[in-house]
């Protein structure tokens, strides 16, 4: 079955660290996003993909990053810049130049700080 | 920028009863317009959408209807289960660069 998959499921992170979440799709979509959520707040963009080799800011992309080296793969980089990292990740694909259609989510990533 | 304003929560209901979570938006174009659910400890997945003014979206026994007039796309469901607690998410997709924006989310609990 096509899907996302995202790993961990639990990730837990020391001060000055940084840990990576991976992100795969095996759905053929173009583009693909990170989103963080935190309670309350809905989910909030970090960087998003449209193509290989390529990524735009979000808006809270600070003490992130990520690379798209393959179309299939999205990984996120929680950086020791990033003061505030315990939230729930969820990264989603969707096909390009066709924004009526949905975002596929996977089953996020849990982040905690030690 | 775009927006999207939905009614907070936690919302409780009784099951069979009748639930309505209000969504409205700013957009400065024709945007898409999707509910998402999010069950416990999972991603989100697709509830309905609609594309265009007066379009109605329905799946598992809810609905809404997209309102241009009111800038609204509430969701309805006529009886609610206790299967339907969960975090409910409005959401409007910018057809300039696909991001899409996200209401605060609604916990809604249905009790037996």
């Keep these: 079955d096509g899907g996302i998959t995202q790993s961990p499921k639990y990730l837990f992170r020391k001060e000055g660290q940084n840990v990576t979440l991976s992100c795969e799709q095996n759905l053929n979509h173009d583009a693909m996003y990170w989103y963080r959520q935190d309670p309350g707040q809905g989910l909030r963009l970090i960087y998003y993909s449209q193509i290989v080799n390529d990524f735009q800011k979000g808006d809270i992309a600070e003490g992130y990053s990520v690379s798209r080296e393959k179309k299939e793969s999205f990984p996120l980089t929680v950086t020791s810049a990033q003061k505030n990292p315990t939230a729930f990740y969820l990264c989603a694909s969707g096909h390009l130049g066709q924004g009526s259609q949905p975002q596929h989510f996977g089953d996020g990533t849990r982040l905690s700080i030690l | ?112």
């Excluded at chain 2, 304003?5 to 969504?23: D, H, K, R, Y």
């Excluded at chain 2, 796309?73 to 910018?94: I, M, N, P, R």
Aim: charged share 20%; aromatic share 12%.
């Design chain 2, 1 to 112: 920028g775009d927006s999207v304003t939905q009614m907070e929560g936690p919302v409780t209901l009784s099951e069979e009863a009748f639930l309505t979570i209000n969504c409205t938006y700013t957009a400065t174009g024709y945007p898409s317009l999707f509910w998402y659910v999010q069950y416990p400890g999972e991603g989100l997945q697709l509830l309905l959408k609609a594309t265009k003014a007066d379009d109605k979206g329905s799946n598992k026994g809810f609905e809404a209807t997209y309102r241009k007039e009111t800038t609204s796309f509430h969701l309805e469901k006529g009886s609610v289960q206790v299967s339907d607690s969960a975090v409910y998410f409005c959401a409007l997709s910018d057809l300039d660069d696909y991001k899409l924006s996200f209401g605060a989310g609604t916990t809604v609990t249905v009790r037996a």
